[in-house]
């Protein structure tokens, strides 16, 4: 049967799971020898069974908490209910499952109008003791009751004034609203206090998260997983509220905000009226001896846990106690550094190091700052030592190229070239080539567009020298490219207006004729039509520029001293022979282009695989490429059949919201689909070539997922924004580490099992 009352003494931090993340921290906190006050937790199996809300507690289960009651007794020699000794206990959530959810405590539970004077008469200070009877009557009002804090407030108003008969007073008029609003008084029964504080501790971990009945019901499972409620940890009351040397603190491993290495944090001593915070300080200065013990205390658990620790504690009369400990929240700074300064100590190994960084770590450093801390930079070269993939970047414009090199982009995964095309002054020359009646006029104006190209790649081969760059041809379909139908036919009606029919100037006749031409060239279906390497075969004129343009910047950049790596990418293949004719093309202009400098430009030919065609018929392809780019952004579209732009309105939007689909697979590449069509690709390409390069370049090269999958099935790069590289190395080391951890373990099963055979 499972344990339904755990001794604090009983627990070990690998309980977690049964007795809740603070009883486990306490129990090995209690076991390093670190004074902790004596307690016990219900499990949640307990409470379940303990404390529903009008069964009285079962003989046996009422048994259970008695001996464990009784062992507390025996350990602070008070008694529970005693009016002359009384044993006041703190009853708090600790939560088995590591959600995010606001913890709830009830303090000095056992007392009443009778325990209230023995405590009084025990620390000779009755405004004390009536001033914990008030606290208690008030988080009872609320956590039992739901009674708002604010009607409390108005009986008690001035919080820093402890004077008897206010207090008096206040504790009738609580124990009234109690009874009015709750409609049961407040119990004067001790075990029937802790048996309703057990409950409503347990029960506030029951966080409702999902939006609509709907959601619950589709997430069932979920749902009455977080509707089990928490352990419940019941310890001796250990106050730091009174007296010369006694007060209360928190106090953080290392500082939360920066992860300086130190302890920090703060502390009220009960010795200033009104406890104003004074920092740590005053406890140095104080008793050097308990700061050095709290400082054992942080270090010691932070090399058990390794992790930041926080502590929370009290100082009673002198003595220490620790009565909280917690893995502390840290700003992205604080990780980043700590987890930097644990490897330096030896606490955590490079591995570990990078296995707990998270991608908003990353993503909150970048946002803060344009360059990488020092931290985020070891980090990252530590993870360049593991990671199996290339990162490379996505980079349409020269000025981002030096970003991408400075976040350590290993070259250039996807240039595209009609962003390059498209830019205001060079997209009247784009349009005028395209609307051309003739080659000879389109010819003179790719004339015009070729040294602005050069330029462009003249650029990105210096910035990346030594790395390869891959240059996409022009790709987008044709439509982007033409001017817009009805704002011409808006120019010519308006014309008609000012000059009347009969005019017939050139201006006129080269509006009709662009008019005319756009009529042509339109297409139903625009993104199935005219684009990519099929675009290339209608205008060839304008990949023979691209090319061109391409192999003389290799030249002048060769003759500089640069390593020039050019891969030309040609989009959207769809057949193994439009790659083919796309090869004898390049091969041809690289011949006439690069002449002499041919030996020292290695440049490769590749296939982007958009269409699940050339998926499927990857052998075929890969025998004229000597590389895959799988766009993965049009694979998705094309093999979900949801549009990638406009998300939000399209259908993928209403399956996202029904839960139809466990992520949008734009952002996290669909493994079950569009990875197996990649996967297969990749098998089939590298049976035909064994050293075919591949790789993924679109949104969701960045994405742990998606990279871990690139790893697994042997990819060689992903190609990512150059803000996203920094992530994409972080991510790419976690999926060798976490393989290699598999391999490992499944290679010990395999032993073991050959061991038995
Ligand atoms: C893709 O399709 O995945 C991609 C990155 O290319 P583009 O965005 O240019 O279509
Ligand atoms: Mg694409």
Not at 594 to 623: D, F, N
Request: charged residues 25%; negative net charge; contains cysteine.
């Amino acid at each position: 049967m499972t344990k339904r009352v755990v001794l604090l003494e009983e627990g070990t931090a690998e309980m977690k799971g049964l007795i809740g993340s603070k009883g486990a921290g306490l129990a090995a906190l209690l076991q390093a020898g670190w004074p902790v006050p004596a307690g016990f937790i219900v499990t949640k199996e307990g409470c379940r069974g303990f404390c529903t809300r009008l069964a009285h507690l079962s003989t046996e289960g009422a048994q259970e908490i008695n001996s464990a009651i009784q062992h507390l007794e025996k350990q602070s020699g008070k008694c529970f209910g005693d009016s002359l000794e009384p044993l006041l206990l703190s009853v708090r959530s600790s939560e088995t499952c590591s959600r995010d959810m606001a913890s709830h405590a009830l303090l000095h539970v056992g007392l009443n109008d009778v325990t209230v004077e023995g405590l009084a008469r025990q620390t000779n200070d009755r405004p004390y003791a009536l001033n914990c009877y008030r606290m208690l009557l008030e988080d009872y009002g609320q956590l039992v009751h739901d009674i708002p804090y604010a009607l409390f407030e108005e009986k008690w108003g001035d919080i820093s004034i402890l004077d008897e008969a206010k207090l008096e007073f206040a504790i009738a008029e609580y124990k009234h609203l109690i009874e009015e609003r709750g409609h049961y008084p407040f119990p004067q029964d001790v075990q029937l206090q802790l048996k309703e504080a057990m409950r409503v501790v347990s029960e506030s971990q029951r966080v409702l998260r999902a939006n609509s009945q709907q959601e619950l019901l589709r997430k069932s499972s979920h749902f009455s997983e977080e509707t089990q409620g928490a352990a419940v940890l019941i310890q001796v009351m250990v106050n730091g509220e009174r007296g010369e040397h006694s007060g209360i603190g928190t106090v953080y491993s290392r500082h939360p905000g920066t992860g300086e290495r130190g302890m920090t944090g703060d502390y009220i001593s009960s010795a200033i009226s009104g406890g104003s915070n004074e920092g740590l300080d005053r406890l140095r200065r104080g008793d050097p001896k308990l700061y050095g013990l709290l400082q054992d205390a942080c270090s010691d658990l932070e090399s058990r846990t390794k992790e930041v620790q926080e502590i929370q504690f009290v100082v009673n009369s002198g003595t220490l106690y620790l009565v909280e400990i917690s893995q502390t929240r840290l700003t992205s700074q604080a990780t980043l550094r700590s987890t930097v300064d644990l490897v330096d100590e030896g606490v955590l190994t490079k591995e570990d190091a990078i296995l707990r960084i998270q991608p908003f770590h990353v993503k909150e450093m970048l946002q803060a700052s344009s360059t990488l801390s020092p931290e985020l930079q070891l980090l990252l070269e530590w993870a360049d030592e593991m990671k199996g993939l290339t990162i490379l970047s996505n980079v349409d414009h020269p000025k981002d190229a030096m970003k991408a090199r400075l976040f350590g982009a290993e070259g250039i995964g996807l240039c595209r070239t009609e962003q390059l095309l498209l830019s205001a002054s060079r997209f009247p020359f784009v349009q005028k080539m395209i609307l051309a009646d003739s080659e000879a006029e389109r010819k003179r104006g790719l004339e015009r567009l070729l040294p602005m190209q050069q330029a462009d790649f003249e650029q990105l081969f210096e910035s990346m020298d030594g790395y390869p760059v891959t240059i996409r041809l022009l790709d987008p379909p044709l439509h982007e490219l033409l001017p817009d139908i009805e704002r011409l036919r808006e120019q010519r009606e308006q014309w008609s207006l000012r000059n009347g029919e009969e005019e017939n100037t050139a201006e006129v006749q080269e509006l009709d004729r662009v008019i005319r031409r756009v009529l042509e060239l339109h297409e139903q279906y625009p993104l199935l039509g005219q684009r990519d390497c099929r675009l290339g075969t209608v205008f060839p004129e304008v990949y023979d520029m691209q090319l061109e343009a391409i192999f003389r910047a290799a030249v002048k950049g060769i003759r500089q001293g640069l390593w020039v790596r050019p891969e030309i990418m040609i989009p959207l293949v769809g057949h193994a022979n439009e790659l083919q004719d796309m090869r004898e093309l390049v091969d041809h202009v690289a011949d006439q282009v690069l002449g002499e400098e041919k030996r020292h430009c290695l440049y490769r030919v590749g296939a982007r695989i958009e269409v699940p065609r050339a998926a499927l018929t990857a052998a075929q392809i890969a025998r004229h490429a000597d590389f895959f780019s799988f766009g993965t952004d049009d694979l998705t579209q094309m093999t979900f059949g949801y549009s990638r732009h406009n998300t939000e309105k399209s259908s993928l939007h209403f399956a996202e919201q029904q839960r139809l689909l466990p992520s949008n697979p734009f952002q996290v590449l669909d493994i079950d689909g569009v990875g197996q069509l990649v996967e297969m690709a990749l098998v089939q390409g590298r049976v035909r070539k064994p050293h075919l390069k591949a790789g993924i370049c679109g949104e969701n090269a960045a994405d742990l997922a998606s990279i871990a999958f690139c790893h697994r099935i042997g990819l060689d790069y992903v190609s990512c924004l150059p803000e996203q590289v920094p992530l994409a190395r972080i991510a790419a080391a976690q999926a060798a580490i976490l393989a290699q951890k598999q391999d490992h373990y499944k290679n010990r099963q395999g032993r073991n099992i050959s061991t038995i055979a």
